[in-house]
């Protein structure tokens, strides 16, 4: 065990090593220079050359990734000249509203998928089944700001269930304050992983059902219940901690797209309004945090998959 | 539910040998044989067709203006003249819903072959280079995996001023990482077949491997795989459309009309939004439904259940 979570640690640095040359190597492709993107393409030559020295952008490239890593380790994520603030200190100051989107949204997800996906594979092939798979079809088909606007126009304008716009709280508590503004986008941003994380279940416990163990469980007279609950449930539900980890980038995604949607004040769009005016510090900082967040939950993911197996030992 | 059973012999699918393809036929039969017996798959195809029809035939008998905006007539409701009303630029939402479609289609089937052929290629000769060559290119593929696939693409789509032949490659960077992992999977398991063996000892190069042993065999999973990666390329054209960072106009996309149109959504202007948010849906949702029945049909271990 110890020798498969050192390996599996291991792996992870490699990558983490990859994504920093990647995002790196994105700071060099901005069109013209990293100087002219960000001083404009009018910049005085001095004013290039002083902003490449003040950076570091005039010494060798290995010189650079080098200061580039320590800077990382340093909590250092760029600056923003747009903004004129680090880019962690603005990150910070948003990442616990999108963890609350993110977390509550996955919840509902997982929480909703399950069940979906339990009753889909013992009614298999029945009308339920595939009335849920078309939905899920559809449901996965959706873009997310269309779904978005959908439970707007249905939830907030036609019914008045719900407020179209998400709390604008500076703090998580004064977000939760007002829960009802929360739903919404919850709601969009759990829809979309419903559907891929249902049909993903649905065959993990059709698999389950399969093996030879459940025949045994009936064989000795356990409730039906007993069988569906203790033995196929179980061992089913552990493929789904993989399967979490994987859809990390594009629940990330969707919770960007979902933030610009009902103007949700986190990183998504932070990002978003980053891009607007193309603050690349910005841009390349979050998207390298955003990687980052999804190798350690690839990695958490994993961890739980071992451990929640006793088949599994190493 | 059916209680699995033990196969018998003549039951089990005969095991593909001497470098063929499958041995009960050629791809293009089994492909043809997968259709016929998934009307699913059947459905998906022919909503597809009838979509390429609508976009590339249908503006050679629906003639619209679709160049120069017209303010003197927009945001008419459906009528004789315009069946699905006009825009706020002034031009007709039908005739735009089938240049939309067309712009749509191309840059989703486009992505999806380009990924499709880069990434097989990627993951067969990573697998066949095999050692440090593989573990290298592989860690390149998790480390992309790892950025949000979103983010990368907003920050290049900011980069570079989006055209037709850009927002191909741009989606294409990012949609080549599925196939590549998967044909590397399967072509890790080809690899040491016998027939495969049998190339190298006869003094074939990995060339000749990849491209007539691994690639045929691995090319039920590739179609399966770039059905989805077409679905999801019209996603994420539709969503970089949503972020402004689509084709400019006055080109026209589903996703571009859909983001345009949504601002009137609240106002009563209906036809605006909902042609262009249901044909994308439906397209997209055709290209999975042919993928998965694909899939389905394609399984060995499925297709005798």
């Known amino acids: 065990m110890t020798k498969y979570l050192l390996g599996r640690l291991g792996q992870s640095a490699v990558v983490l090593v990859i994504v920093s040359l990647v995002i790196f190597g994105l700071v060099h492709l901005l069109p013209g220079s990293p100087a002219k993107a960000e001083l404009g393409i009018k910049a005085t030559p001095q004013a290039i050359a ?5 950076n570091g952008f005039d010494k060798p490239l290995w010189v650079q990734y080098w200061v580039y890593v320590d800077h990382l380790f340093h909590g250092n994520l760029g600056f923003s000249y747009d903004e004129n603030a680090p880019v962690t200190q603005l990150f910070m100051a948003r990442f616990p509203k999108s963890m609350l989107l993110v977390g509550l949204s996955l919840v509902v997800a997982v929480v ?8 889909q594979a013992v009614r298999r092939n029945g009308v339920g089944d595939y009335m849920l798979t078309g939905a899920s079809f559809g449901l996965y088909s959706f873009p997310t700001f269309w779904l978005g606007f959908v439970l707007i126009a249905l939830l907030s304008v036609s019914l008045h269930l719900f407020p179209p716009t998400a709390p604008s709280g500076n703090s998580v508590f004064a977000i939760l304050a007002d829960w009802r503004g929360l739903v919404l986008p919850v709601m969009t941003l759990a829809l979309v992983s419903v559907a891929a994380f249902s049909r993903y279940m649905r065959s993990s416990m059709i698999d389950a059902l399969a093996q030879d163990y459940i025949r045994t469980a009936r064989a000795k007279g356990l409730s039906e219940r007993a069988v569906l609950m203790v033995h196929a449930l179980r061992n089913s539900l552990i493929p789904m901690a993989t399967m979490i980890g994987l859809s990390l980038p594009s629940i990330l995604g969707g919770a960007l797209v979902t933030e610009q949607v009902y103007n949700y004040p986190g990183v998504g769009l932070l990002f978003f309004d980053a891009a607007g005016r193309s603050d690349f510090p910005v841009l390349l900082g979050l998207t390298l ?4 967040g999804v190798v350690i939950g690839n990695l958490v993911a994993d961890i739980a998959y071992v451990t929640l197996d006793p088949r599994i030992r190493y | 539910m059916s209680i699995p059973r033990q196969l018998t012999a003549s039951e089990l699918p005969p095991s593909p040998e001497g470098g063929e393809a499958r041995s009960s036929g050629s791809t293009v039969r089994l492909v043809a044989a997968a259709f016929a017996e998934n009307r699913l798959a059947v459905v998906g195809l022919g909503v597809i067709v009838a979509m390429a029809l609508f976009s590339f035939a249908g503006p050679l008998l629906y003639h619209t203006n679709q160049v120069s905006p017209n303010p003197s007539i927009a945001d008419l409701p459906p009528s004789g003249a315009h069946l699905l009303g006009t825009d706020s630029q002034g031009y007709d939402v039908l005739g735009r819903l089938m240049v939309g479609g067309r712009s749509s289609l191309e840059i989703g089937l486009a992505v999806g072959a380009v990924a499709t052929v880069f990434g097989t290629l990627y993951g067969a000769v990573s697998a066949v280079m095999g050692g440090a060559t593989d573990a290298v290119m592989m860690r390149l593929v998790d480390g992309f995996y790892s ?100 084709l400019p106009p006055p080109a026209a996309s589903w996703g571009g009309m859909l983001s345009d149109g949504i601002t009137y959504l609240y106002d009563g202007y209906w036809w ?28 060995v271990r499925l297709r005798r259940r």
């Not at chain 2, 490659?169 to 998967?182: G, M, N, Y």
């Open chain 1, 289 to 292: 945090v955003g990687a980052v």
């Open chain 2, 147 to 246: 950025i949000p696939a979103l983010f990368l693409l907003i920050i290049l789509a900011d980069m570079f001023t989006p055209n037709l032949p850009l927002l191909i490659v741009v989606l294409s960077f990012i949609s080549w990482l599925a196939p590549a992992r998967l044909v590397r999977g399967e072509a890790l398991s080809l690899r040491t077949r016998e027939y495969v063996q049998a190339v190298k000892v006869a003094g074939g190069r990995r060339g000749r491997v990849v491209w007539r042993h691994i690639v045929p065999n691995a090319i039920g999973t590739i179609a399966v795989n770039a059905s989805f990666q077409v679905a999801d390329a019209v996603l994420a054209l539709a969503t970089l459309s949503f972020l402004g960072l689509g």
């Open chain 2, 272 to 299: 605006q939004v909902y042609p262009a948010g249901i044909a994308i849906v439906v397209v997209v949702v055709a290209f999975n439904l042919l993928g998965d029945a694909l899939r389905d049909s394609l399984d």
């Open chain 1, 50 to 54: 002083a902003f490449n020295r003040l």
């Open chain 1, 112 to 119: 909703l998928a399950i069940p979906l996906g339990v009753y």
